[in-house]
């Protein structure tokens, strides 16, 4: 469990739901076509595990005194609109994410490694191991 | 491919990266069991379908002209995605519900409820 993890699989984010709000229906259209040929490219190739668009709604599950209370859910520049989880190597997930067809519009890509144990097991592993060896 | 699946799908974001600062391994240990025993529970019950972890690095890639990739500031961040949980469930209450059992919401994480839209989708189902 000490040696670190590397990862075959990637998360990507897409950043932004307000991105189509100053194109026409055609360029919205367009746009559209070209990312469903991208995600059906993607999965003939084997390399899509999942792929969803998040509708723009939902709720917000936060800890205020004492109590998990759900707010609503706000479209943002930061707010994730979808998602690819792909089955590839880093450089490819790079490559992947340049090829999104809205980037041009201002929607950003966040490529994230996937795990099977989470950042916060891996300090504890971290620690215990350093623990041990003294 | 003609069966009927029941329920709605949801994803569960988690956000948060920085909830640990400050615990112990023991601490941190005990909400990661915590973690596990719920996912599971959820899994076993047919309503969590998949469920990771994120990495605290990766990269964003933007550009209007041309690309921008820059190495994300993922670690410390209240706003940071640390992981997802893909859930099927009869309706957004029931995921909210779900969302208020995260052992992660008392250290500040927080957990955004989405539905997934349309018919577009790939698996996992």
């Known amino acids: ?134 | 491919m003609s069966a009927e699946i029941a329920g709605s799908p949801f994803m569960l974001l988690f956000r948060g990266t920085h909830w640990d600062s400050g615990l112990s391994a023991e601490e941190i240990q005990q909400i990661m069991s915590r973690w596990t025993a719920w996912f599971d529970r959820l899994t076993n019950e047919g309503k969590a379908k998949l469920g990771q972890p994120l990495t605290n690095d990766g990269k964003i890639v933007s550009g209007k002209k041309g690309f921008a990739v820059i190495d994300g500031p993922f670690t410390e961040s209240k706003e940071a995605v640390a992981g997802y949980i893909l859930l099927r469930v009869d309706d957004l209450d029931e995921a909210t519900k779900i969302a208020k059992e995260c052992p992660g919401l008392d250290y500040g994480m927080s957990v955004e409820v989405r539905p997934i839209s349309g018919e577009i989708g790939r698996g996992p189902d």
């Open chain 1, 1 to 134: 469990m000490s040696t670190p993890q590397t990862s075959s699989e990637y998360m990507l984010l897409f950043k932004g739901t307000l991105w189509d709000r100053d194109l026409s229906p055609e360029e919205l259209q367009n746009v559209m076509t070209r990312w469903m040929n991208w995600l059906d490219r993607l999965t003939q190739q084997g390399k899509v595990k999942a792929a969803h668009p998040l509708a723009n709604e939902g709720k917000i599950i936060t800890w205020k005194k004492g109590a998990p209370v759900d707010g609503p859910f706000a479209e943002s520049k930061e707010a994730i609109g979808g998602y690819f989880l792909l089955q590839v190597s880093e450089e490819e997930a790079l490559e992947i994410a340049k090829e999104c067809p809205a980037l041009k519009h201002g929607v950003a890509v966040e490529v994230r490694p996937i795990v099977d144990q989470c950042a916060s097991m891996e300090r504890v592993y971290m620690e215990h191991a350093t623990g041990s060896s003294k």
